[in-house]
């Protein structure tokens, strides 16, 4: 007896030493996925079709240098303070205008390994394989816009809501200070989370104290109409072509004689539309940015109240309310860029790395492979089918249909999520 029970006893030394050689073939896979992946990015970006995609980092650059080394003022004024301090550090640290494109490139390069390597060490290779595949399919984009930092502090508020809530409140704060649209997101992080007491609370007060910071520093260094220059700049801008309320006209002007609309490169450094019916679309993006509000704030309310006593799908509704918000945002706004995709990765990646109740699977799966489709379908449309989406008069009927199919989906996927959200705040079964 007493041999038997030497044998049935586990060694654990041994278990965890088995656990660490198993997990290094997957490790090494997924280091190799993510370098082939970003190889073939670099391949295609050298292509004379798509290589303008890193046009907006030059942009950067030569305002930067304007105003760093010209001392000219007014510059970047479509950008938060704390955004354009972002972009002084990198150029500074990059050594100025000479070396700066590829300082900015490597930084991004290098933020888009952190997130995969923290969604790794996770314990969940395939949250990891997931964010390597979405952000891959994007394209070189990510590496030439500043949207994939604060599109990584919401990932890592995602991932660290319920284990450092106020970290996590810290970082939509920040991610909020760089580009606006993550303060939305204290609304469904202020939710309770009953494996955690005053883990809602504790996210809201970091948000509010944090941003309260970020927000007096700004209006202390550059004064109060700078800081709110970047609502101004959004404001005045009119409607982009990829965005979802220019998709009718985008239709009526490809695939009919209803009528002409002349493409343009406004001022906002954006290809845009004119002609019958624009100012009607921009109202009705206006609409629906009230109706993100909206939305944000019904959510927000559903889970206040479905999770205050008991929630066992406490953080599976959480990361899906924010999902649901930034897709509406998204679908919302009248300059839909392609790298706002970039926003949608986070809190899929996020939710691929709870251990989800058997009725959350299914939809989990499909949102991750949607979103993955949306994220090649923007890739796309940008670079690669810019040229055709502009042309004169109307546009290449296929160019147009990838973006015209882009944004149905979109519109789709911010259904299905707020759908999810809502039978998973009501706790009744999910099919």
Known sequence: MKGASAVAVPDLREIASTARGARIPVALGVIALFATTRLLLFIAWQHPSANFVANDVYYYGYHLWRMLEQGEPGVMLEYPVPAVWFLQALYTLGGGWQTWFPWFATTMLFLDALVALSLFRLRRPSASVWWILF????????????DLLPAALVAWACLWSTSRPRVAGVLVAAGAALKLWP??????????????????????????????????????????????????????????????????????RTFTT????????????????????????????????????????????????????EGPLAREALLLAVLAIVLALVVANKTLSPQYVTWLGGPLAALLLVPRSPGLQRPVRVLAVALVLVAGLTHYTYPWGTYGIMGTPNGSGWETSVLLLRNVLLVALTWYSTRLVWQVTARRPIG
């Open 258 to 309: 209803a009528g002409t609309w002349p493409v343009f490169l406004s001022e906002y450094n954006a290809i845009e539309l004119q002609g019958p019916g624009v100012a009607l679309l921009l109202h009705l993006s206006s609409g629906l940015t009230v109706s993100a509000l909206v939305l944000a704030a019904v959510l927000s309310m559903r889970l206040l109240r479905s999770l205050r006593d």
């Open 183 to 252: 303060a939305l997101l204290a609304l469904p992080f202020a939710a309770p989370d009953p494996r955690r007491h005053g883990g809602g609370r504790q996210r809201l007060l970091a948000f509010l104290t944090a941003g309260f910071l970020f927000g007096m520093a700004s209006l202390v260094a550059t004064g109060w109409a700078r800081s709110a220059s970047p609502l101004a700049w959004q404001a005045d801008r009119g409607l982009q072509i990829e965005s979802v309320p220019a998709t009718p006209l985008m239709f009526l």
């Open 135 to 146: 952000t891959g399919a994007l394209g070189p984009i990510v590496w030439f816009r500043f």
